[in-house]
Antibody, heavy 121, light 107 residues
Framework: EVQLLESGGDLVQPGGSLRLSCAAS????????MTWVRQAPGKGLEWVSG????????SYADSVKGRFTISRDDSKNTLYLQMNSLRADDTAVYHC??????????????WGQGTMVSVSA | DIQMTQSPSYLSASVGDRVTITCRAS??????LAWYQQKPGKVPKVLIS???TLHSGVPSRFSGSGSGTDFTLTINSLQPEDVATYYC?????????FGPGTKVDIK
């Protein structure tokens, strides 16, 4: 069974940093692109960042470019999101999601339950 | 940047009705378009990718069509379990983007 388990969400002050992790199982992690998608309370889905399978090429939404860094450790089947210079509008549930191919430019077929990030003084 | 819009933003229909949701891209995205269903309090689930390819396990009352800039998601014979918010997503180029969503309710 394919599973994605996020961790690392927390309450953090504006300007602070946080690192999210996503442990994957049930599929050949290294060959698939992975993404982070967030959903602010009561709002829609926002694609945040993605990383290609095999090449490790990355992509970011303009709203997080320069502040967030996505990475993956294929030896540990784990996806990461390093979030720096956090702002109040980064408050959201962050979902780890598997893309259905090696490329970020494809549909998402598996979603994790998400981890909550709250940015507030 | 390619902008995605959806209409309507909310609709209420009766059980058994045929429901159509429209998604429009500000530029052509070929058929690189997916539809997701998010039930209240749940994680999103993919329904359709490639604009019209139904994913495994998705009921056949769901169908998708379109190419270029205009796409539709159709639910034939709306069921109570279809109450959800539906999102389109274009993925022709990075970064992919979602539409704002359409909330579907039962009248």
């Amino acid at each position: 069974e394919v599973q994605l388990l996020e961790s690392g969400g927390d309450l953090v002050q504006p300007g602070g940093s946080l690192r999210l992790s996503c442990a994957a199982s049930g599929f050949t992690f290294s060959t698939y692109a992975m993404t982070w998608v967030r959903q602010a309370p009561g709002k829609g889905l926002e694609w945040v960042s993605g990383i290609w399978g095999s090449t490790g090429r990355t992509s970011y939404a303009d709203s997080v470019k320069g502040r967030f860094t996505i990475s993956r450790d294929d030896s540990k089947n784990t996806l990461y999101l390093q979030m720096n210079s956090l702002r109040a509008d980064d408050t959201a549930v962050y979902h780890c999601a598997k893309v259905q191919s090696f490329a970020v430019t494809d549909a998402i077929d598996i979603w994790g339950q998400g981890t909550m990030v709250s940015v507030s003084a | 940047d390619i902008q995605m819009t959806q209409s309507p933003s909310y609709l209420s229909a009766s059980v058994g009705d045929r429901v159509t949701i429209t998604c429009r891209a500000s530029q052509g995205v070929s058929n690189y378009l997916a539809w997701y269903q998010q039930k209240p309090g749940k994680v999103p689930k993919v329904l359709i990718s490639g604009a019209s390819t139904l994913h495994s396990g998705v009921p056949s009352r769901f169908s998708g069509s379109g190419s270029g800039t205009d796409f539709t998601l159709t639910i034939n014979s709306l069921q109570p379990e279809d109450v959800a918010t539906y999102y389109c997503q274009r993925y022709n180029s990075a970064p992919p983007t979602f539409g704002p969503g359409t909330k579907v309710d039962i009248k």
